[in-house]
């Protein structure tokens, strides 16, 4: 087991320096002359070359990697070109909101595509299988920034039950129940297309497993339906599961961004594409590469929690090729 | 929305020897796939959706940029019978020649990305060794970015429209799609018929093309197809943050987008389009259910 | 049959979502503990005022900074007056080329710093002295897009509590010269500028004015307190807090939950029901703000006076006011905005007249065979660029096909302020400011960038004549009197413009709201509102 962790940590490393590697040469990509989006739009050409100097972009591509890689190392992404603060500073806080809306939208949709999935799967092929996957599948395709306004149209505007904004009150806000408070909506509306495609593929290794041979012969041998889906059916289903799930939780750290806009969430989502549209490429490089980072820690993390469900995956390639 | 890890059992491992054996799989596939009559409304629901959207100059009884009615008529009101937007434009004619942007959103990248992941996963496992190990590396580096992600990034930096965002799902997908192709391959490598294939002399060009594409591609258009429903959803999403294609073109993420603002008072500017993307996204599923059923003798109907 | 039963079926449908959808939602009463919450429509720039531009950045940094005068926003009257601020008083030479402040005694920055003369005068060396110090030459580039730099010539501190400042030629605009929004004249506290330098200031905007800044969260919001120890009236409320609401939807639901006091650029197909449901609607028929084409004099195409007035005839500006603005707005004639003392509101130019616009193109060789093609760069600003999609189907009509090239905001006003490349025929612009020599740095033949908004490269010496005597004049009357003499000229001789609109900048209110005051401007002085429950 531990060899298997520090293997799979060992394929981390060349994963992260290409994850920077990408990343810094989105400024290369980015339109645009930097030093004219740092100095507005009345910067003059002197002054775009002594900031051009300063910056160190004269300097050859791989020392300007070198330099910005041993910043980032020391924690240090950068000064924001909008805002004139350290990245850190605003992204950090953010990526906090984003993982706890992230999160909690990932637990709702494991919960409903887990159980769905397997109720589905028991009654695979019939009626009530068609009907939940289909139901389930429409709410996963609808799109999100549509869906989370009629929610707040029915829940805060015209029943007054939940916040329709933020993430907690302006005026006397800001504790455990007021945030919860506001996560409600979100969370709901970003959970749903993971909650489709979790129950989807519980349903299809569900059904994979129990047409196994040694399901077959448990059956043969008169043991309960019930405990044959328990202790049998879903122990050994659930590796692929847990491999789909991390990678839900990893997509929807990016992927919340349109929540984030209907629901004027402050979260890191929404600032990368303010960023992005605003040209401010050191949050945008900041945003990604923790998001990045993320992702991968939270695969590695499902990966390992597979090679211990289910010891044959203990080979670092292993847990891959499932 | 995204994210669809392979299945497990699309993994197929039937050998298919001789064009002939392929044939008889084929015909005994479209029958099973006939028998469903879910896939098989969702198909004939796909390629009317697309029927319409190609002839969309001769089937739309409108202009889809001129103002024909006034603003937000309901549906019924001045002849429109799915009403008009907030530009006064008739959104059944939106909603038709939108299903061409949104349909080639969904098909065109997706499809792309799949025909090079074959050819990239194929080579890669087949041949192995550092080959193999360097491809990895390099799709797991593209894969350290979740796919939303990566579409905004691509999308907003490049300038925004059709372009961009077939560029940014055809490259957010091929790391998904060549590992599938790759773990594919690797499993049809070890089967037995290989090893015969390969002791009777086959060279590895007639290996790979004879007995181990035919048995990757199946499995890759299934998972292909169910994505091009997600990218439908994707690539509508991508144009509601402003990064898709610009007016007065409109997909059906636009439409939706752009009738956010009078969802009270005329909630049909965005309902209309909001289903044509749902029934697309839930057409290509059952599609991909029917297929897999289809292809895979082992996940067929019991 | 058939289709009055399918009609039936689809209005069954909708009524069901109607019912859904639209019953009345009758505003909420906000909470009040003192604490005002305003939506904005996009997030503002840096709060530097020397080197920042745009309408939200003006809108934070009035409640934070003070100038020596400032435009009076505390009344909604047209036209808006001068009231001295930092300066009790000021005196003007006879030759209008001195201009002297008394400075108002007294009056500390949020820092505890005394403001007095020294003050002042370090704030000008920013941006006007090369060899001072603290010389940045970012705000020196700013300022010269209004003409500070070249219009200044020195700047004298004549004792503790007067400041002398000296022109190179007579201007009797120069009290209204950056109290505009791109740059902003403020003055900030030297000890901050010393202690937190340029890089610093964004995030400790120091100045005297009735709100100290707290803090902001990058585009979320941006808080303030009300300053207990300004010098003049103090602010009824407690605590402004400026939330980002990019998203239009989103921010019409933060109002009707309750979670902003007041809102600024609603969907304008949405005003009538918040009104309906008990919101306030506030507008002003005088707001600065006029939305129009600019035409570029370098294109081959557009050389041609005739295809300008052809394009002046032929948009509908009565349909867009009402059908896409739904009355908030009025069309425009001349370039004079509604907010300027110098506007008149009789002038009329080119009205619609279809006809005359394909008379006019026919007679510049063009036809339905022969039709013109025009590139049109368009901004992306939230709005679904109705106006755009509207003035290219009527162009359409007479025989113009517009090609939009849209750009999000930031990209747009890169491209527009170094002025259009010879590949643009057109573009557009929403602005205006209140000193009618605003129209000179878009007519004048020196202003063209990078020293003026004069984007199109238009020329006409007659006109700068007239708006250069303007500047010159004295009296008041007389010089609107010359501004309107002028904008007429431009536009009836060489149509360099297609003014549109003038925008009469709606705000809705919670009802608890009592005191705001829609003035005359894009930005809005918070000091006298105040919330009842």
């Known amino acids: 087991m531990t060899r298997f962790i520090v293997g799979r940590l060992l394929l981390v490393v060349p994963v992260l320096i290409g994850v920077s590697i990408i990343v810094f040469l989105l400024v290369q990509l980015a339109p645009g002359d930097v030093t004219s989006t740092l100095l507005g739009p009345m910067g003059s050409e002197s002054a775009k070359e002594v900031l051009r100097v300063k910056m160190g972009l004269d300097k050859p591509l791989p020392i300007q990697y070198a330099k910005w890689l041993g910043q980032i190392l020391q924690g240090d992404l950068g000064t924001s070109w909008v805002h004139k603060r350290p990245v850190t500073d605003i992204v950090l806080p953010k990526f906090a909101t984003t993982a706890l809306l992230a999160g909690t939208a990932a637990l709702l949709a494991y919960l409903i595509g887990f159980l769905s999935g397997i109720f589905a799967a028991a009654k695979a092929y019939r009626a009530h299988d068609r009907v939940a996957m289909a139901f389930i599948l429409i709410l996963g395709s609808t799109p999100l920034y549509w869906l989370g306004l009629i929610l707040v149209l029915l829940f805060s505007l015209t029943w007054r039950l939940l916040p329709a904004t933020g993430m907690a009150s302006f005026i006397g806000g800001g504790g455990v129940l007021d945030v919860l408070e506001h996560l409600i909506l979100p969370a709901v509306t970003a959970s749903l297309p993971s909650a489709a495609i979790i129950a989807r593929m519980t349903r299809a290794t569900m059904i994979e497993t129990l047409s196994q041979n040694y399901i077959r012969v448990a059956r043969a041998k008169g043991i309960r339906r019930g405990v044959i889906l328990r202790k049998h059916a879903l122990r050994n289903a659930l590796p692929p599961i847990v491999t789909v799930s991390g990678m839900e939780l990893g997509y929807l750290l990016g992927g919340v961004v349109f929540v984030e806009v209907v629901f004027a969430w402050p979260g890191l989502g929404f600032q990368l594409y303010n960023s992005i549209i605003g040209r401010d490429i050191p949050i945008v490089q900041g945003a990604v590469i923790l998001i990045a980072l993320a992702f991968v820690l939270i695969n590695l993390f499902a990966d390992v929690l597979n090679a211990y469900l289910d010891p044959r995956t203990r080979t670092a390639e292993g847990a891959r090729e499932s | 929305m995204t994210t669809l890890s392979p299945t497990p059992d699309l993994a197929t491992s039937a050998p298919a020897s001789r064009f002939g054996v392929f044939l008889r799989r084929l015909k005994s596939a479209c029958q099973t796939y006939a028998k469903d009559p879910a896939s098989l409304a969702a198909l004939s629901f796909l390629l009317l959706v697309a029927i319409v959207a190609i002839f969309a100059p001769y089937v739309a009884p409108y202009d889809p940029h001129e103002m024909i009615g006034w603003r937000n008529s309901l549906p019924g009101e001045d002849g429109l019978f799915l009403g008009a937007d907030g530009d006064g434009r008739d959104v059944l004619s939106r909603l038709i020649w939108g299903g061409r942007v949104s349909l080639l959103t969904g098909v065109v990248p997706t499809l792309l990305s799949m025909v090079v992941s074959l050819l990239i996963g194929v080579t890669a496992a ?67 018929y290989i090893e015969a294939a390969r002791a009777g002399g086959a060279s590895n060009w007639a290996i790979a093309s004879r007995y181990v594409f035919p048995n990757v591609v199946a499995p890759s258009i299934v998972y292909t197809t169910t994505l091009m429903g997600l990218m439908v959803v994707l690539g509508s999403a991508l144009s509601f943050l402003g990064l898709g294609v610009q007016p007065p073109e409109a997909d059906w993420g636009t439409m939706v987008s752009e009738g956010r603002s009078v969802l009270r008072k005329a909630p049909h500017v965005t309902i209309f389009p909001g289903l044509a993307i749902v029934m697309t996204a839930l057409a290509f599923g059952f599609i991909g259910d029917g297929l897999r059923d289809a292809l895979d003798p082992r996940a067929r109907r019991r | 049959m058939v289709e009055i039963s399918v009609r039936r079926g689809v209005a069954c449908g909708f009524l069901a979502a109607a019912l859904a959808l639209g019953g009345s939602l009758a505003a909420k009463p906000a909470k009040a503990d003192g604490t005002f919450i305003w939506g904005m429509p996009a997030d503002h720039s840096i709060l530097d005022p020397h080197v920042t531009c745009g309408w939200m950045a003006k809108f934070v940094n009035y409640q934070i900074y003070e100038g020596l005068v400032e435009i009076d926003l505390t009344s909604s009257e047209w036209p808006t007056k001068l009231k001295g601020q930092l300066a009790e008083s000021w005196e003007i030479s006879d030759d209008g080329t001195e201009y002297t402040f008394h400075l108002r005694a007294g009056v500390t920055f949020h820092d505890g710093t005394e403001m007095n003369a020294d003050a002042v005068k370090y704030n000008y060396d920013r941006f006007l002295d090369p060899d001072a110090p603290h010389f940045n030459e970012t705000a020196h580039a700013y300022m010269d897009f209004i003409r500070v730099i070249g219009d200044v010539k020195s700047v004298e501190v004549v004792d503790d509590m007067t400041i002398k400042v000296t022109l190179n030629s007579p201007n009797y605009e120069f009290l ?177 007249d279809p006809d005359k616009a394909r008379a006019l193109l026919k007679e510049a060789g063009y036809d339905e065979d022969n039709r013109l093609s025009l590139e049109f760069d368009v901004m992306i600003y939230g709005t679904g660029e109705l106006t755009e999609k509207w003035i290219q189907r009527d162009l359409k009509k007479v025989g113009i096909d517009l090609n939009l090239n849209m750009m999000e905001w930031l990209a747009y006003l890169d491209a527009w302020v170094p002025g259009m490349t010879d590949d643009v025929d057109l573009n557009e612009m929403v602005w205006g400011e209140q000193t009618p020599r605003w129209t000179a740095f878009g007519y004048r033949c020196d202003r063209v960038p990078p020293h003026g908004n004069n984007i199109g490269w238009y020329c006409n010496e007659k006109v700068d004549k007239i708006l250069q005597q303007a500047l010159e004049t004295r009296d008041e009357a007389e010089r609107a009197a010359l501004y309107q003499q002028a904008d007429a000229m431009a536009m009836m001789e060489d149509a360099p413009n297609a003014p549109i609109y003038h925008y009469y900048n709606p705000i809705v209110l919670n009802p608890s709201v009592k005191g705001y005051v829609n003035a005359p401007a894009n930005w809005w002085d918070l000091s006298t509102v105040r919330i009842e429950e």
């Open chain 2, 126 to 192: 087949y041949i192995g060794g550092w080959l193999d190990q360097i491809v990895m590396r390099i799709l797991d580096m593209f894969f350290a970015f979740p796919i939303v992600l990566m579409a905004t990034v691509v999308a907003g930096i490049l300038n925004p429209g059709l372009f961009t965002i077939c560029i940014a799902i055809f490259i957010a997908l091929l790391p998904y799609i060549t590992r599938l192709v790759r773990t594919t391959t690797l499993q049809v490598k070890r089967q037995p």
């Open chain 3, 176 to 352: 209204r010269t950056g109290m505009e929004d791109c740059p902003q004249m403020y003055i900030i506290s030297p000890t901050a500028l010393q202690t937190y330098g340029d890089d610093g200031i964004p995030l400790h905007p120091i100045g005297t004015g009735k709100f100290k800044f707290v803090e902001r969260e990058a585009s979320v919001s941006t808080t303030l307190v009300r300053n207990e120890d300004y010098w003049g009236e103090k602010p009824e409320i407690d605590r402004i807090i400026f939330r980002i609401l990019e998203d239009p939807p989103t921010r019409v639901n933060a109002l009707r939950a309750g979670e902003a006091h007041a809102i600024q650029d609603p969907p304008w197909d949405e005003i009538q029901g918040l009104e309906d449901d008990g919101f306030v609607i506030t507008k002003n028929d005088n707001a600065p703000t006029i939305w129009y084409l600019s035409f570029n004099m370098n294109s081959p195409k557009m050389q041609d006076v005739r295809i300008r007035q052809a394009i002046n005839y032929a948009i509908d500006k009565e349909g867009i006011v009402e059908r896409i603005l739904q009355g908030y707005g009025r069309p425009a004639y001349g370039m004079l905005n509604a907010g300027t003392y110098a506007h008149d509101p009789d002038f009329v130019s080119y009205t619609y």
